[in-house]
């Protein structure tokens, strides 16, 4: 997120992924959680009135020859205007900034919105699915939201997050299993507890073949796209649903800062449902099955290979394919760009906690977040996993009975840290685990493909 519950609109495990979802703010330590760390984006409830004041504070400040503004205002324009500012050029800005061609149009899909929410809360739906059609999405962020726009089919969550840990070429039953061990192991969870869980998720898949209508909803990070590539792969031969249609986004008209699906309000799934649902077509399908293929591989150079192409099957590909290389450990420092992130975060804040380094890292560094915060803890542990310590604050000096929850706790880094964070030690030198980007393995001086931050490529080791 997977963030069972989906809380977060990241695509990603959360602490309460491990937990029943309920109405409590508590995370699977028993403790209240710091809401500072969660992420709070804009569901796309735009209010015309708030735009029309904002566009006549614009014009205010343009007037006024105000710095800020008037480079707002050139960001727009091809070319600096000449004359006097009026309203219609801040109203202009005000609705390219918001993602809308002119100030019409984004008046005219703000009404739209609400009379449209107007609807819902009345109880009165559009024509959307029928109840024999299955919503397939990496989570349960959208499934509340569905129900409440007037969706009327059935939900199936497959969240399996290949973002992170070994996707290795091995039978079905096999997969499951060494997926189910790397959640266990990485996440605090029970194996009998995740394994239960893949078997179910494995299973409803396996049921959603026989639909007679599925959707797959998903966004542009690593998260969902490689759970995408999966599926494609998985439907690509043998019985598959009589109609299978995708809604695969990266903007949503009138959310400036758009990250996941599960951030959207009901009237916008509505919107999605009504204009970006399209059919899965065959070079859909074959994509999945080049990009599924090649990461179970653990094949870099395949997968360089199919980002170039800009992937214009799935334009939302080519983005995530580009971001996971970006996992590989970088020629400057040893370091994926997640750990390289992770580190700078603490080291700007010596004593800052791990939750609000998560919640740094997610809402101002990260660029395509994908992690909950499970998932990111375990980063944080696996950085540890070298000769000497990189990270302070990770096994607190509480006694047994009286643990710190892990988002509490304050962390700096060592000598070491510091030294591969400036690049002065190279990270896979004193590196004891390993860990995967796909098929392929990360682990101590073994050699492989590394990513080059200054050049943005691929490199031989």
């Avoid at 330590?29 to 809401?35: F, N, P, Q, S, Y």
């Avoid at 209010?47 to 020859?65: I, M, N, T, Y």
């Avoid at 105000?66 to 050029?89: P, S, Y």
């Avoid at 800052?352 to 380094?357: E, F, L, R, V, Y």
């Amino acid at each position: 997120m997977s963030d069972r519950q989906r809380a977060h609109p990241s695509n990603s495990l959360s602490v309460e992924s491990s937990v029943p979802p309920s109405g409590s703010s508590q995370g699977r330590d028993g403790v209240e959680r710091d809401a500072s760390y969660d992420r709070h984006f804009f569901s796309g409830r735009l209010s015309f009135e708030q735009q029309r004041k904002r566009a006549k504070e614009l014009l205010q400040a343009l007037r006024a020859g105000d710095a800020g503004a008037v480079a707002r205002a050139h960001a727009i324009f091809a070319r600096e205007k000449v004359g006097r500012w009026q309203l219609a050029d801040a109203q202009f800005v005000t609705a390219r900034e918001n993602g809308f061609a002119s100030w019409g149009k984004m008046k005219t899909h703000c009404e739209t919105m609400v009379l449209r929410r107007r609807q819902i809360e009345a109880g009165h739906f559009p024509t959307l699915d029928t109840p024999d059609v299955v919503h397939v999405r990496c989570g349960s962020d959208i499934q509340h939201g569905l129900t409440v726009a007037g969706f009327r089919g059935r939900f199936v969550e497959f969240a399996d997050p290949f973002c992170q840990g070994p996707v290795l070429e091995v039978s079905g039953d096999e997969h499951v299993v060494v997926r189910s061990a790397y959640l266990s192991d990485a996440y605090d969870l029970a194996y009998k507890d995740a394994l239960a869980r893949g078997q179910r998720e494995y299973a409803q898949l396996e049921e959603t073949r026989s639909a007679r209508h599925a959707v797959l909803w998903f966004e542009h990070d690593t998260y969902d796209q490689f759970i995408l590539a999966f599926l494609l792969d998985y439907f690509f031969d043998g019985t598959r649903p009589e109609t299978l249609e995708l809604i695969c986004i990266d903007h949503v008209d009138g959310v400036s800062n758009f990250i996941g699906l599960g951030q959207l309000a009901p009237e916008q799934l509505q919107v999605l449902w009504e204009e970006r649902r399209r059919p899965v077509t065959e070079a859909m399908f074959r994509l999945g099955r080049s990009v599924w293929t090649a990461y179970r591989q653990g094949d870099i150079t395949c997968l360089v290979d199919i980002a170039a192409t800009g992937t214009p099957a799935l334009p939302q590909m080519a983005g995530a394919l580009q971001r996971q290389l970006e996992e590989l450990p970088s020629v400057q420092t040893g370091l994926s760009l997640t750990q390289f992130l992770t580190l700078d975060i603490i080291a700007r804040d010596p004593g800052i906690t791990a939750g609000k380094a998560f919640g740094v890292l997610m809402r101002e560094r990260e660029p395509l977040p994908f992690l909950g915060d499970l998932m990111f803890w375990h980063v944080l542990q696996d950085l540890n996993h070298c000769e000497q310590a990189m990270i302070e604050g990770i096994e607190p000096a509480d006694t047994a009975t009286e643990k710190t929850p892990w988002p509490l706790r304050a962390l700096r880094l060592t000598a070491l840290g510091e030294k591969v964070l400036a690049g002065r030690v190279d990270f896979l030198a004193v590196y004891k685990g390993k860990r995967f980007v796909g098929g392929h393995c990360v682990a101590g001086h073994a050699p492989g493909p590394r990513w080059d931050v200054l050049e943005r490529r691929v490199t031989a080791d």
